[in-house]
C-alpha cells in the first residue's frame, strides 16, 4: 500500500497557529458570500494574502455538513432502454457526482436503482432534483433513503 505524500491529521482548533485560524475564518467568509474579494475576506480576519494563500488548499472544517454530503437516492425505473441514462444525466445536470449504482433485476416492467451521489456541489438543489426525477418519463418514484 502506498503511502499519501501529504498526510492528514484531526487537530485541536486550540492547537492550529493563528495564521491557519484566520485562514478558515477567511474561507468561511468567502464561502458565506459575506465578502466577495480575497482581499476584503483577509483584511476583515487581520491575514496577509500570502499567508492566505499559503494555507488555503490545506486547511479544511470539519463538519457535520461536510459529512452528510453523500445522499442515496431510490428509484423505481420502467425496464425501458435509455432510462437510467437520462436519470444520470439528470444528476450531473444538478453538479451531483455518482458515486454508486445498484440495479435489482427487473420484474413485472420495473426495475429497482439505488445510486449514491455526492451532493458537494449542488447548493441546496436536492429536492428539485427529486421533484424533476420524478417527473422524467420512465421514473415512477425517486426519494432519499439515506444521508451521511
Same mark, same amino acid.
Given at each position: #500500500?502506498?503511502?499519501? +505524500? %501529504? /498526510?492528514?491529521?484531526?487537530?485541536?482548533?486550540?492547537? !492550529? /497557529?493563528?495564521?491557519?485560524?484566520?485562514? #478558515?475564518?477567511?474561507?468561511? !467568509?468567502?464561502?458565506?458570500?459575506?465578502?466577495?474579494?480575497? %482581499?476584503?475576506?483577509?483584511?476583515?480576519?487581520?491575514?496577509?494574502?500570502?499567508?492566505?494563500?499559503?494555507? *488555503?488548499?490545506?486547511?479544511?472544517?470539519?463538519?457535520? $455538513?461536510?459529512?452528510?454530503?453523500?445522499?442515496?437516492?431510490? #428509484?423505481? =425505473?420502467?425496464?425501458?432502454?435509455?432510462?437510467?441514462?437520462?436519470? =444520470?444525466?439528470?444528476?450531473?445536470?444538478?453538479?451531483?457526482?455518482?458515486?454508486?449504482?445498484?440495479q435489482?433485476i427487473?420484474?413485472?416492467? !420495473?426495475?429497482?436503482v439505488?445510486?449514491?451521489?455526492?451532493?458537494?456541489? #449542488?447548493?441546496?438543489? !436536492?429536492? $428539485? $432534483?427529486?421533484?424533476? =426525477?420524478?417527473?422524467?418519463?420512465?421514473? +415512477? *418514484?425517486?426519494?432519499?433513503?439515506?444521508?451521511?
Amino acid at each position: #500500500m502506498q503511502e499519501s +505524500k %501529504h /498526510p492528514y491529521y484531526l487537530v485541536r482548533e486550540d492547537l !492550529l /497557529p493563528e495564521a491557519v485560524l484566520k485562514t #478558515m475564518q477567511a474561507k468561511d !467568509l468567502l464561502n458565506r458570500g459575506e465578502v466577495r474579494t480575497i %482581499h476584503e475576506a483577509v483584511d476583515r480576519v487581520g491575514l496577509s494574502r500570502s499567508a492566505f494563500y499559503k494555507y *488555503k488548499d490545506g486547511i479544511f472544517t470539519l463538519n457535520k $455538513l461536510e459529512r452528510e454530503r453523500i445522499v442515496t437516492i431510490s #428509484m423505481d =425505473l420502467e425496464h425501458r432502454s435509455g432510462i437510467l441514462s437520462k436519470v =444520470l444525466g439528470l444528476v450531473a445536470d444538478f453538479e451531483g457526482n455518482v458515486l454508486t449504482i445498484n440495479q435489482t433485476i427487473p420484474l413485472q416492467g !420495473l426495475a429497482n436503482v439505488v445510486i449514491s451521489v455526492d451532493t458537494s456541489f #449542488m447548493v441546496d438543489r !436536492l429536492s $428539485l $432534483l427529486l421533484d424533476t =426525477l420524478e417527473l422524467q418519463d420512465g421514473v +415512477k *418514484k425517486a426519494h432519499v433513503i439515506g444521508q451521511g
